[in-house]
């Protein structure tokens, strides 16, 4: 009977133990502060990931002006270029215009060669004194064709690559028209500005 007794006592002791030991453990997992530092841990993770996506959609957008400002400077380049390639087109066609006018102008006409009898005749009249205007000889014609054809003197290389020099073109351009090297209209234009200086 004693043993019984001691058995009951013994498990009496142990079922309290276990009852105040679970309390306190719900009581702990049940606690409000528990449960606050729960909802601040769980609200500290969502700010962090917010501020990682927000990092992330920053960097994206950054990424993207730069993209968009190295676009419209590329495109700002080559409209500054399509600008100056229009107006040296413009020049070019200028100066071609220009260059045809005086050519046209420069063009020289051969002078009509007189006969031998017609000089030989103002010849007496201006030394007789007469105010008389010769006689023409109905028989002999007063212009003469020339056997060989006149023609304009061809403007000289120098003079070629001046004129188109002042005419605005650049020695490149003047090399490929007159189908030379760039040095050699160099060294002319060096040459005919010396020229000129004299």
């Given at each position: ?81 399509y600008k100056k390639e229009i107006h040296r087109r413009t020049v ?17 006409k051969p002078e009509p060669v007189q006969d031998a009898p017609l ?80």
């Amino acid at each position: 009977m004693n043993i019984s007794l001691l058995f009951s006592i013994a498990s009496l002791i142990l079922w309290a133990f276990s009852f105040v030991y679970v309390r306190s453990l719900i009581i702990r997992q049940t606690s409000k502060e528990r449960i606050l530092a729960e909802f601040r841990d769980e609200v500290d993770r969502l700010i962090a990931d917010i501020d990682a996506a927000t990092d992330r959609d920053i960097a994206l957008i950054e990424d993207r002006v730069k993209s968009l400002k190295s676009l419209l400077e590329d495109t700002d380049k080559r409209i500054l270029a399509y600008k100056k390639e229009i107006h040296r087109r413009t020049v070019e066609e200028q100066a071609y215009a220009e260059l045809g006018r005086r050519q046209g102008r420069s063009v020289i006409k051969p002078e009509p060669v007189q006969d031998a009898p017609l000089f030989e005749q103002e010849k007496a009249a201006t030394a007789a004194g007469s105010s008389a205007e010769p006689a023409e000889n109905p028989s002999q014609p007063r212009f003469v064709r020339a056997e060989t054809e006149l023609k304009p003197k061809a403007p000289s290389f120098s003079e070629q690559v001046l004129e188109l020099y002042l005419a605005g073109f650049s020695p490149e351009l003047i090399a490929s028209k007159l189908k030379v090297t760039v040095a050699e209209v160099d060294l002319a234009i060096n040459v005919s500005g010396k020229k000129r200086n004299s």
